[in-house]
């Protein structure tokens, strides 16, 4: 006889246990425990049959894997929890005693410091681990580096995140590793390609937050605490792999002033002093060196005759510039240009496109020097212009400290920035001297323009990175109404709505032939109403009493026997009029071809699958037509087409579904029906563009 088995001995009853035995097996409090969890990436889990992995009658319990509580055994950091448990005792002993001086000498020296560095190293053994786990630390701790200080977010660690979120954004720009940005109402979101590895996070906007008390700090604090151990980890290894110093130089003075990016000065190989970085744009702007001299590094004189022959271009005996197709970087250009693969039919495959180099996306916005507006937001601007290559970026001296120049009438700005509507009825002066005290600077007054100077909204350059390439910028002038801003994470697929592409190439056969007489059927039904005497009558709306009747209760009643005799002597009545035509006997003829003709469209009607209140508005009651119903609408070939279609593919359908199995049928009726609710929402975005184009026109 086999041994008998003790019931919570094996399957789910061991596998699994509850939260409240494993803060007794771990003999910590529950808060600790919380922590500790966070720490080692162990997370509650959910049994098959919880009433068998719970050993008491409570089902509505949390339930952790044995094993993981077992391996939190031996974790170094009880031992920690345990030190600060029996301190928080002592000091609190000595406070009872009235020691209060004894209770600070514990609390500051007596503190035990977590360290989490051998928890990183477990959970993420390879740097590629830690790179696909960044997602979420970037965006939390970028959204306390957005809080405001508070008993809860204590200022230290809100000034820790915000530098290590500035060294990140450091990287990126000197890499050009940022590949997309997206505008939306929670904030602004920003992929970045690490080393292979696509990071995407998201950045608050810069209001005033209001910290609410609905949420438990603790718990995000804990999350805080190890993110920020790991971006510190992450960002060193990414600043070595490159040649800078970590950590880099940090000016406290510039960060008061609200330098934030210009705070963060790098050292390292390949990486200049700013002093001398800045008279190089100098010089660049003035046209002083070109960029091939700077890059190839000649000696003065080669320099000066290589600008004399860069401003006057040779030219070939047809009087085409050699530069357009005789150089010898020509060949090198156009090879270098991105290939795009294209379909080669309706049913292929969407073959994935490749994306633009970190080289063409770092010089996108090289040439140019921009100027933010007072009302533009600075930050995320000053990150995605330098991420492209702009090394020349001012604003107003009110946004903070490290712009490229305040002068807003500079003469070497080529973009500026802009987020006001255009004013009107200004005076005609554009600029006032303002003296200051190193220099005068020009104040340009609200509403005027610099000629010369390109002036965008900040869309623009969002949708220019996202495109990568330099988009049009009459379209995002300032007051214009701007194109939609689309997620470039959205990829069209085939048969769902796809706003980037023309509007007759996504509609069905027939699809904007019906819409146009759907359209011109409703403003017949607005614009026509009753004709009496050959004279069409305005509608007014029916009474209760005209349909409906009421009962001693004062309950109404429809089709009641008041109704129909009242309509039947209307009918009657109008039936015998016969209109002002002389010629009563060409009325008599003409009333009979239209009653052939109507009875020949309601039996076309009936064939092509309309119900009888369609068919039945064709005429009235009289049987006389209706304004325009000798006229046949521009949809109605085209709904019978597309209805005659519709049911012969529905026939062969079901022909087909004959033929296969239940289980496969069951199938085929969900997709079918997730395919059919697909396309009705893309018809209804389609018909919203239609309206919006046609109100347009």
Known sequence: MGKIK??????????????????????????DFR???????????????????????????????????????????LAKFRDHKALAKKIARSLGRGEVGNAARLEKKGAAKLSLDHIIKERYPTFVDALRDLDDALSLLFLFANLPSTSTVPPKTIALCQRLCLEFEHYLITTNSLRKSFLSIKGIYYQATVQGQDIL???????????????????????????????????????????????????????????????????????????????????????????????????????KKIAAIEEFPATDLYGQDAQEGNAPGAEEAINDAIDTFETTGDDADVLPQPQASGTEAGSLFAPFTFFLSRETPRQPLEFILRSFGCKRIGWDAVLGDGAFTNNESDPTITHQVVDRPPLAGLPEE???????????????????????RTYIQPQWVWDCINEVKLLRPDLYTPGATLPPHLSPWVKPTKGAYDPTAPLAEQEREGEAEEAEGLDEDEEEEDSDGEVEDGVPLPKTKASPRDTETLNDNGMSIANSDSDSQSTHSTTSATSSFTGFDNDAGAASESETETAQTIHQRELEAEAAGLTFSESAGLTKANGAPVKGILKQSKGDEARKKAARKRREEEEELERRKMMMGRKKRKLVDKMLFSNKVKDGEAEKLRAKRRRIEAGKA
């Open 430 to 452: 554009q600029v006032s001297n303002v003296e200051s005290h190193d220099s005068a600077i020009q104040i340009v007054k609200p509403g005027h323009r610099i000629p010369g």
């Open 35 to 77: 922590r500790l969890c966070i720490f080692k990436g162990i997370y509650p889990r959910e049994p098959r049959n919880k009433k068998k992995a719970s050993k008491s009658s409570t089902h509505l319990t949390t339930f952790y894997y044995t094993k993981d509580i077992q391996y939190l055994l031996h974790e170094p950091l």
């Open 6 to 31: 003790r019931k919570g001995t094996s399957g789910q009853a061991k596998n699994f246990i509850t939260r409240t035995q494993a803060v007794r097996k771990l003999q910590v409090s529950l808060p």
């Open 201 to 303: 996070w998201l950045v608050p906007y810069k209001f005033v937050q209001r910290v609410t008390g609905d949420v438990d700090y603790r718990i995000m604090g804990t999350f805080v605490e190890f993110y920020t151990t790991l971006l510190g980890f992450v960002n060193f290894r990414l600043y070595t792999s490159i040649g800078l110093v970590y950590p880099p130089k940090f000016n406290a003075k510039s960060d008061e002033q609200g330098g934030e990016l210009g705070a963060i000065i790098l050292e390292g190989k390949g990486i200049e002093a700013p002093e001398k970085i800045e008279a190089q744009s100098n010089r660049h702007v003035n046209g002083e060196v070109s960029g091939v001299t700077e890059r190839w590094g000649l000696n003065p004189e080669i320099q």
